[in-house]
Antibody, heavy 120, light 107 residues
Framework: QVQLQQWGAGLLAPSETLSLTCAVY????????WSWIRQPPGKGLEWIGE???????NFNPSLKSRVTTSLDTSKNQFSLRLSAVTAADTAVYYC??????????????WGQGTPVIVSS | SYELTQPPSVSVSPGQTARITCSAD??????VHWYQQKPGQAPVLAIY???ERPSGIPERFSGSRSGTIVTLTISGVQAEDEADYYC??????????FGGGTKVTVL
């Protein structure tokens, strides 16, 4: 069964760049979309963006200008970078994989979450 | 922007039925999916494609759609079902959207 394990810096100062990586164990990149989703403290979920095995990306319009995603198939990892962070970017960040064909972009697998705090 | 609306909370006694709705002004043709999230944990896919149940999800979880309202039903609620539940869909541009979440309390 596919497992996602993520890591990255948990404390950032305003204006810095958030950087997170998610490793995929037990599966390949092909045929799936790999997403980042975040959850501010006490609030709901917000989709950030996705990348597929060929590098095609799609982003939430509200974050598009600050987000980049990439994947490293040799390491079975994909990454998120969010620039110019502010306190509003404080959240738990999750990596996730859709269910593939037939799942219509439902997020079937999730990482454990990485809490990120933006504070001066 | 496109929004999915859920009730903030639902309370139910053990063994009873909980129903959580998800609606939008114009629910898209895209399917709706449901997630269960317990405190301190990542969400878990509970229902996909409006009414399909992933392997490992108990049969008491079901989903349905009627017009612009999609409903997650938990039949015979158990204490372990106490959690936040989120619906999710996508708009015409391919942006994925979540509902605001519903806290289910088992009395």
């Amino acid at each position: 069964q596919v497992q996602l394990q993520q890591w990255g810096a948990g404390l950032l100062a305003p204006s810095e760049t958030l950087s997170l990586t998610c490793a995929v164990y037990g599966g390949s990149f092909s045929g799936y979309y790999w997403s980042w989703i975040r959850q501010p403290p006490g609030k709901g979920l917000e989709w950030i963006g996705e990348i597929n095995h060929s590098g095609k990306t799609n982003f939430n319009p509200s974050l598009k200008s600050r987000v980049t995603t990439s994947l490293d198939t040799s390491k079975n990892q994909f990454s998120l970078r969010l620039s110019a962070v502010t306190a509003a970017d404080t959240a738990v960040y999750y990596c996730a994989r859709d269910g593939g064909s037939g799942y219509y972009h439902a997020f079937q697998r999730w990482g454990q979450g990485t809490p990120v705090i933006v504070s001066s | 922007s496109y929004e999915l609306t859920q009730p903030p909370s639902v309370s139910v006694s053990p063994g009873q039925t909980a129903r959580i709705t998800c609606s939008a002004d114009a629910l898209p043709k895209q399917y709706v999916h449901w997630y269960q999230q317990k405190p301190g944990q990542a969400p878990v896919l509970a229902i996909y494609k409006d009414s399909e149940r992933p392997s490992g999800i108990p049969e008491r979880f079901s989903g349905s759609r009627s017009g612009t309202i999609v409903t997650l039903t938990i039949s015979g609620v158990q204490a372990e079902d106490e959690a936040d539940y989120y619906c999710q869909s996508s708009d015409s541009s391919g942006t994925y959207v979540f509902g605001g979440g519903t806290k289910v309390t088992v009395l």
